[in-house]
């Protein structure tokens, strides 16, 4: 587990691999990610104590320039955050389903760090940017009052940056839905 992680978001791939190169070189950090997304972005993530995350993420912003969609740098990072973004979580008992959707990836993996942190559900999936025009959307799972406490915080967090596209609450999801979800 990582004490903190770091992601920079540009919409150039060549200069995204740039700025992974130079990420990479400024700061003692594990590469958790380097990769095209849609529509043509490139985001690199990276891992490791906070001070390292914070000065890569730093260096990456400043090379990316105005090639920069959004960043992040998450201390403390939620322990579910990371297995959200590989792939679906198991849910063990269905409840309400909490969803924000956002225009950038950074601003949905810290809104769903601040989700996971502001109450008790479960972080079901992040799902980035791969086919919906370079969007980003999270699923929560828990009690109807828990899930609507974790879409606000993360609508909060996605919304001060400017890049809240759209959330809700569904309180009793029908059971074809589930089973797109997961």
Request: net charge neutral; charged share 15%.
């Amino acid at each position: 587990m990582y004490h903190a992680i770091g992601l920079v978001e540009l919409n150039s791939i060549a200069k995204g691999i740039q700025v992974t190169d130079v990420m990479l070189k400024s700061a003692n950090v594990d590469l958790l990610s380097a990769k095209t997304i849609c529509p043509g972005k490139y985001i690199v993530m990276v891992g490791g104590e906070i001070t390292a995350v914070q000065q890569a993420v730093q260096n990456g912003e400043r090379e990316g320039g105005h090639m920069k969609v959004d960043s992040f740098v998450l201390p403390n990072v939620h322990a579910s955050v990371l297995p959200a973004i590989s792939g679906v979580t198991p849910v063990e008992k269905r409840q309400a389903l909490g969803v924000v959707e956002t225009y950038s990836v950074a601003a949905c993996i810290a809104a769903a760090d601040s989700a996971v942190k502001a109450a008790n559900v479960t972080l079901v999936r992040i799902h980035m940017a791969f086919g919906i025009g370079g969007k980003c959307y999270l699923v929560v799972n828990g009690d109807i009052a828990d899930a609507a406490t974790a879409v606000k915080a993360a609508s909060q967090s996605a919304g001060e940056k400017g890049l809240l596209v759209h959330s809700a609450v569904i309180a009793k999801p029908h059971d074809a839905l589930w089973q797109q979800l997961v």
